[in-house]
Nanobody
């Protein structure tokens, strides 16, 4: 499975961005896709995840109420809509995939990773 993330950029506090992650190669029909982020000097943090089997979505506590994760049913693409962005949301965002419907919040359960897309939140 190959993952291609896109959509990062510079946004002012309070602004919005939408990230996309397209899975190609041999995606698993029962896979789960997730977004993690990592700021300099910090651990990689679970942001959101989605189970492809039933579309169940999960959000990290720090982004609940501001971010949403969704999918394109026509292809293996997930979107991360980020609203009300804060400076502390600035990080490199990575999409990850694993086989199976479970959506773990630990990075070590995901064997497939995209290249990362940078999100900068600054005025």
């Amino acid at each position: 499975v190959q993952l291609q993330a896109s959509g990062g950029g510079l946004v002012q506090p309070g602004g919005s961005l939408r990230l996309s992650c397209a899975a190609s190669g041999r995606p698993f029909p029962t896979m789960s896709l997730a977004w993690f982020r990592q700021a300099p000097g910090k651990e990689r943090e679970f942001v959101a995840g989605l189970s492809w089997v039933d579309g169940s979505a999960y959000l990290g506590n720090s982004v609940k109420g501001r971010f949403t994760i969704s999918r394109d049913n026509a292809g293996y693409t997930v979107f991360l809509q980020m609203n009300s962005l804060k400076p502390e949301d600035a990080a490199t965002y990575y999409c990850a995939a694993r086989q199976g419907p479970e959506v773990p919040t630990t990075r070590y359960r995901y064997p497939f990773w995209g290249q990362g897309t940078q999100v900068t939140v600054s005025s």
